[in-house]
């Protein structure tokens, strides 16, 4: 249909390809469309002009979604799908809700959650972390509850706070993804508790390292308090330590003074880590100095 209607109105096919739209016959004898068979999902720029389309296939088959190919139109790790829509309630609500999917984005908006945006079915980069802080300070992460979702959500945190964001982490339970969410239990509690109940990255840290012991035993209690001490440890106010190191000793039994001892133990470790690397680091930039010295 795609292909008759510029013929008709003698567009160049070639510029059609190469702008995603069309695509050449494995034969050679001419163009088919792209996106045939799929519901479609316009990309739009921040100006809310069309860079590119999405389109999800209807029914069984691959690849689930297909985007329109990179052009000097269209950088997936600059766009961002909704942000012409969202960014005047990113601005209002001061915050940006993070999201993988076009759906979720769709069913978030339906939910009235409609400062939303989702990546292009590509990682997290520093281009959209830098995007972002354009709009907002506070982002919260709100990927799929499964375990790919979870690891996502986890790579995404210091892309962006090292873009200067404050995050926070929506936890989705049982698997399910936001618009999964909505469907199964209404969507006054998802805003409730998934989006105003989104938790800080450490409390998110935390809770998936629990995920991997059995707290039941006391190896497992053991384990997973070391592990956590590690990653309280790492933060900067001791207030904060204590709130974390408090919750910890009601989880595995252990009492506040042993966690504090062990937690001054793994900082000043952290600390000495740290130093070598920022060391490392400025050794390496003064050897490239001087090498690139004129004789």
């Known amino acids: 249909t795609l292909v008759q209607f510029f013929e008709k109105r003698s567009f160049d096919l070639q510029e059609m390809e190469k702008g995603g739209l069309l695509s050449s016959r494995q034969n050679g004898s001419g163009y088919v469309d792209r996106f045939r068979g799929r519901v479609m999902f316009p990309i739009m720029n921040r100006s809310g002009r069309v860079i590119a389309f999405a389109g999800r296939i209807l029914g069984e088959g691959q690849p689930k979604y297909l985007n329109s190919p990179e052009s000097r139109l269209f950088n997936k790790s600059r766009t961002l799908y909704n942000l012409n829509l969202a960014k005047g309630a990113i601005r209002k609500q001061g915050q940006v809700v993070l999201m993988e999917g076009f759906g979720d984005v769709i069913a978030a908006w339906d939910a009235g959650v409609q400062h939303t945006v989702a990546t292009m079915g590509t990682a997290l980069t520093e281009n959209h972390a830098a995007l972002i802080r354009t709009l907002t300070e506070e982002v919260v992460v709100c990927y799929d509850g499964d375990n790919a979702g979870q690891a996502a959500a986890l790579k995404s945190i210091p892309i962006l706070e090292g873009a200067g964001l404050h995050v926070k982490v929506a936890v989705l339970q049982n698997g399910l993804d936001p618009d999964e969410y909505i469907k199964t239990y209404s969507k006054e509690r998802f805003v409730d508790q998934i989006i105003h109940g ?25 384990a997973y308090a070391q592990e956590a001490i590690g990653i309280i440890a790492q933060l900067a106010s001791p207030t904060e330590r204590e709130v974390y190191l408090k919750e910890l000793s009601t989880e595995v039994g252990v009492s506040l003074e042993s966690l504090k001892q062990d937690c001054n133990l793994a900082r000043q470790a952290y600390s000495r880590k740290q130093a070598q690397s920022q060391n490392s680091s400025r050794n390496t930039a003064s050897g490239g100095q001087q090498q690139g010295k004129p004789a």
């Open 198 to 222: 989104a938790v800080s990255t450490t409390k998110f840290r935390l809770i998936n390292v629990k995920k991997h012991y059995n707290l039941l035993e006391e190896d497992g209690k053991a």
